[in-house]
């Protein structure tokens, strides 16, 4: 077993699900924070279980003795609860940061999104790199994983597929290389003892948006079946869902319709690949 003890935060989520499997395969002495112990998605045996609320910091006390490194993937991409960007991206982690001030931890890896820096005017955005300054200026060594989006995200692809037609916005040649979360938790657990304090990271296969609908319509059998909006449909949108709807309503909104509207092209890393990903989800669609 290795010596560096680990504290997982976000642990029932999407990535952090995938990185407590690859924490157990590389044998780390783990302790996960979760708020709901029936939640958990996989055998918790391995790890030591702390119930906690991150939003909550005095909940948090003390559950950091003898931890060397935290990672978190702490953050929300759809609001619940009531609660905002600000409350779960920014302030969660620096409640957890507090701690591992007070609990004399050496080592603080946090998951941003690929170009978040350059995209603060987004509100998933701000609250994010709101808070990886706050950690870049604390006497922490840490690491800021950036990566770009999930195949999970590439779902929606494959459910307008289904449904016999798909819409993209420009003419479909934006490009992006997603990850799977498997390949991403590799590269989260390898930053534990990794030089870096940034690591941007995308999937092994790059794709125009028009590629990943024809793979999807592939996937599934069909006749692809696309159309073209322009650029003013998107921003009147936009517009329309920052001016009418909640904060907690158009956040989501907003980055997904501003990220789908560039190219997200990030390092490339992993072996796991789209087309089998489509593949294993189709009939869960």
């Known amino acids: 077993m290795k010596t560096n003890n680990i504290l997982l935060a976000g ?6 699900s995938y990185i407590a499997t690859e924490l157990q395969n590389q044998a780390y002495p783990t302790k996960i924070v979760v708020r709901n112990k029936d939640k958990v998605p996989y055998n918790v045996q391995y790890f030591e ?8 910091p005095e909940s948090l006390v003390g559950i950091m003795k003898d931890v060397d490194t935290i990672i978190s993937t702490v953050g929300i991409t759809r609001q619940k609860d009531g609660l905002s960007y600000m409350d779960v991206d920014y302030q969660a982690n620096l409640n957890l ?3 591992a001030h007070k609990s ?3 080592k603080f890896i946090y998951v ?3 170009k978040a820096d350059m995209l603060t005017k987004l509100k998933m955005c701000f609250a994010k790199e709101k808070f990886v300054k706050e950690l870049q200026n604390s006497n922490l060594d840490y690491c800021i994983v950036r990566p770009n989006g999930f195949f999970s995200d590439t779902t929606e692809f494959l459910k307008m597929a289904k449904k016999g037609k798909a819409e993209l916005f420009g003419d479909g040649s934006f490009k992006m290389n997603p990850i799977h979360g498997s390949d991403l938790a590799e590269v ?3 930053a534990i003892a990794a030089p870096e304090k940034v690591i941007e990271v995308g999937g092994p296969e790059v794709y125009k948006h028009k590629e990943i609908v024809e793979l999807a319509f592939k996937t599934i059998d069909k006749k692809p079946k696309i159309s073209y909006m322009p650029e003013w449909v998107r921003k009147l949108i936009l517009w329309s869902a920052r001016t009418f709807t909640s904060p907690k309503t158009y956040g989501p909104m907003e980055f997904f319709l501003t990220v789908l ?3 997200m092209v990030a390092p490339k890393y992993g072996t796991q690949t ?3 990903y489509f593949n294993e989800v189709k009939e869960d669609i």
């Open 11 to 16: 642990a029932t989520g999407y990535l952090g």
């Open 49 to 56: 279980t702390i119930v906690a609320e991150v939003t909550k």
């Open 97 to 99: 940061l507090k701690e």
């Open 104 to 106: 004399g931890v050496q």
């Open 112 to 114: 941003s999104a690929f």
């Open 188 to 190: 989260c657990v390898r």
């Open 261 to 263: 509207a560039m190219d």
């Open 274 to 276: 789209l087309s089998r």
